[in-house]
């Protein structure tokens, strides 16, 4: 065998074993501080074995932790629960699988990850200085505005998420920066988009249709 081709397979093994031998960490699941799962029955402590029932009581565990202990995992069911997420709340579920119906309000740095919001009355708002991020999330089926951002310079992330069949699909008022990609804003009986004046930031791969007005409506000086 050749110097070259010993080079070669010397090679080859060195990256196979570096492949091999990465440490597991690096595939680590993520962790959350606390649990809830509606139909559990038994001790409530906030631990995947032993969940809080509501998402209402391990908000208001997650409020006592120190900012970056505030991550809240909910199992499968439907929750129907008014919430406030405080300062760096996470609150994330597996795909399609929870359905919360009430009225949810964002403080900053909160984030929502892979819920559904639906019901008549659902809606979710957004303080006026917060940054949030919305991430995989449904908003379907209500009779008021799906998301409102009050007036103020806070930024919010919305990606990868469906505003349907909402009065608007999202209004946004004065001042926000915005980054929206990914959504779809269908259905809605009055705009998909409502934007208001002095708000900047991009909206890049967004899909609109069959809204009532317009697909997008930006205001400038309430004119």
């Known amino acids: 065998m050749s110097f070259f081709s010993m080079k070669k397979n010397f090679f080859f093994v060195l990256i196979c074993f570096v492949i091999i031998s990465t440490p597991s960490f690096c595939f680590a699941e993520e962790t959350y501080n606390f649990y809830v799962e509606k139909d559990y029955s038994g001790a409530e402590k906030g631990t995947s074995d032993e969940p809080f029932k509501s998402i209402g009581k391990a908000l208001e565990k997650a409020e006592i932790n120190q900012i970056g202990e505030r991550k809240i995992f909910i199992k499968k069911g439907s929750y129907q629960e008014d919430l406030i997420l405080g300062d760096s709340v996470k609150l994330q579920s597996e795909k399609n699988s929870v359905f919360i119906s009430g009225k949810i309000s964002m403080k900053n740095n909160a984030e929502i990850k892979n819920i559904i ?79 208001r004046d002095g708000v900047s930031g991009s909206i890049e791969s967004n899909f609109l249709s069959n809204n009532g007005e317009s697909g997008i409506e930006f205001v400038i000086n309430e004119s």
């Open 117 to 195: 919001l639906e019901g008549d009355s659902s809606a979710l708002s957004v303080e006026g200085n917060a940054n949030i991020l919305i991430d995989g999330t449904e908003f379907r089926n209500s009779a008021l505005d799906l998301l409102t951002a009050l007036p103020g310079n806070g930024k919010l992330t919305i990606k990868n998420s469906t505003f349907n069949n909402g009065r608007k699909g999202a209004y946004i008022q004065r001042g926000r920066a915005l980054d929206f990609y990914n959504n779809y804003f269908i259905n809605n009986k009055e705009e998909g988009l409502d934007i």
